[in-house]
């Protein structure tokens, strides 16, 4: 029987404590590579948010009056909310003042649901849109531009989430045109 026992043969408590403590470190770096992954995905998530957004906000205006926003953005060249009030409609669009600025208080009238386009609220997340005239592009001929000019109106919508930090993720950009209804 004496025999028997001196074969008996297990881990120590040293081992079993440095087994542990490997297994420790190597959880606690997977813990780190799992938040980084999750924290990722949730940037993703905005972004896909904001870019579905901008999306939103352009095929909006491609079905506004060309005349209205081609007048605004022709002096102008940038259209935002930044500076406006909007009166929320229970059951209507909202109205829209803008101090200091007449004309882009009278196209927010003329254009119903503009205010709801440029500033969207996502599950409970406010975004801003600024629209941005871009320079003409086609011939290099200026005849050739001021022909494209009166059908065509390159754009470019910019929408952020409010309240967050900046950065790729909360915001997105697209470009499109403004088409003339003749052409529509």
């Not at 993703?44 to 939103?56: G, I």
Request: with cysteine; proline share 4%.
């Amino acid at each position: 029987m004496k025999a028997w026992r001196k074969q008996e043969t297990g881990f120590t408590l040293l081992e079993v404590l440095a087994a542990v403590t490997i297994l420790s470190v190597v959880s606690l770096s997977l813990t780190a590579f799992f938040v980084h992954a999750m924290s990722y995905a949730k940037g993703n998530q905005n972004k896909t948010v904001a870019v579905h957004l901008a999306r939103n906000a352009l095929f909006f205006l491609e079905k506004t009056s060309f005349d209205a926003f081609n007048g605004y953005l022709g002096q102008h060249r940038i259209l935002s909310t930044e500076g406006c009030q909007a009166i929320e409609a229970p059951d209507g669009p909202s109205q829209v003042v803008c101090a200091d600025d007449a004309e882009r208080t009278e196209l927010f009238k003329a254009t119903p649901y503009l205010w709801e386009a440029l500033r969207p609220v996502v599950n409970g997340r406010s975004y801003a849109a600024e629209v941005t005239r871009l320079p003409p592009a086609g011939g290099d001929a200026d005849a050739d531009k001021e022909k494209l000019e009166k059908f065509l109106i390159p754009i470019r919508i910019r929408i952020e989430s409010e309240g967050a930090a900046g950065g790729k993720r909360n915001s997105a950009e697209v470009e499109g045109y403004l088409t003339n209804e003749r052409i529509r």
